[in-house]
Nanobody, 119 residues
Framework: QVQLVESGGGLVQAGGSLRLSCAAS????????MGWYRQAPQKQRELVAV???????NYAASVKGRFTISRDNAKNTVYLQMNSLKPEDTAVYYC?????????????WGQGTQVTVSS
């Protein structure tokens, strides 16, 4: 079965940086599309970054230029580098395979990792 475990969240001041990690098992990161979602209190879950199997990336307008999604195939791990953080980035961040369709065979929602940005 697919398991994705997020880590690296924490409390940071506005303007700071964090790197989130997504350790994968039961799926090969290097041959699948991967993505990061986030969900803030009282808001819908939002797709913020996508990395395709071919290595191209796409970002939500709200994070473009500040966040970078990447992978380490040897570690079977996906990352989200978050720079110039803003209070509105505060959310629980989730990693998913098949990020556009969210098909069940590619996994399900995990526990996520909390990112809190203070002003």
């Amino acid at each position: 079965q697919v398991q994705l475990v997020e880590s690296g969240g924490g409390l940071v001041q506005a303007g700071g940086s964090l790197r989130l990690s997504c350790a994968a098992s039961g799926i090969i990161v290097g041959i699948n599309a991967m993505g990061w979602y986030r969900q803030a209190p009282q808001k819908q879950r939002e797709l913020v970054a996508v990395l395709t199997s071919g290595g191209s990336t796409n970002y939500a307008a709200s994070v473009k230029g500040r966040f970078t999604i990447s992978r380490d195939n040897a570690k079977n791990t996906v990352y989200l580098q978050m720079n110039s953080l803003k209070p509105e980035d505060t959310a629980v961040y989730y990693c998913r395979a098949d990020p556009l369709k969210l098909r069940a065979e590619f996994g399900s929602w995990g526990q996520g990792t909390q990112v809190t940005v203070s002003s």
